[in-house]
């Protein structure tokens, strides 16, 4: 699978051309163009798997977030990332919905943390830009701002102000993606 992100970082189109053999998933509602050699099948909760049989095939997807859009490799690891922020993904991979904290972390209940792992990519579309930070140590991030992280970061709650902002104080070594707004 090729891919080309255009128009970062605030209304970008992600330009993928699916071989046979690809794997692409992502929601019906982010297609603005598809060729005619695409197919595709429900992949369950609203997700779509796109594939073709002979000839390679164009798509092009928009956010419907004004913010970026960012790739995430994964070469066998896991990843916690916000549901809301998924715009795709690609390769071997698979989403625990249900793992143990999944519905814990955020307070708003229609967002949960999924664990995705195996081999591929996934595309993240936060609100505003990523900002990809290497934790060592503690580091306190704001609730609002996570959009994924390495398994490797331990976490736990942390109230730092009496706004009533929700934090996270993060610990360890791992990579954080923090999205620059709310």
Do not use: C
Not at 131 to 152: M, R
Not at 153 to 182: C, H, V, W
């Amino acid at each position: 699978m090729r891919y080309e992100i255009i128009g970062k970082p605030y209304y970008p189109v992600l330009r993928v051309v699916i071989e046979i053999g690809d794997r692409f998933i992502s929601k019906m509602d982010y297609v603005i163009s598809l060729d005619t050699n695409t197919k595709w099948k429900d992949a369950d909760h609203g997700l779509y798997l796109f594939y073709v049989d002979v000839y390679p095939s164009e798509m092009i997807f928009a956010s419907k977030k004004s913010g970026d859009i960012y790739l995430i490799e994964l070469s066998g690891q896991s990843l916690y990332v916000r549901s809301d922020s998924i715009f795709a993904f690609y390769g071997d991979v698979s989403i625990d919905r249900e793992w143990g904290g999944s519905k814990d972390f955020f307070e708003d209940q229609n967002k949960s943390l999924f664990k995705i792992t195996g081999k591929g990519g996934v595309f993240v579309a936060p609100a505003g830009m990523i900002y990809k930070k290497w934790i060592e140590g503690t580091n306190f991030i704001s609730e609002e701002n996570v959009i994924a992280f390495e398994p490797s970061l331990s976490f736990k709650p942390y109230s730092i102000s009496e706004d009533q902002r929700s934090f996270y104080a993060f610990n360890g070594g791992g990579n954080m993606y923090i999205q620059t707004r709310k």
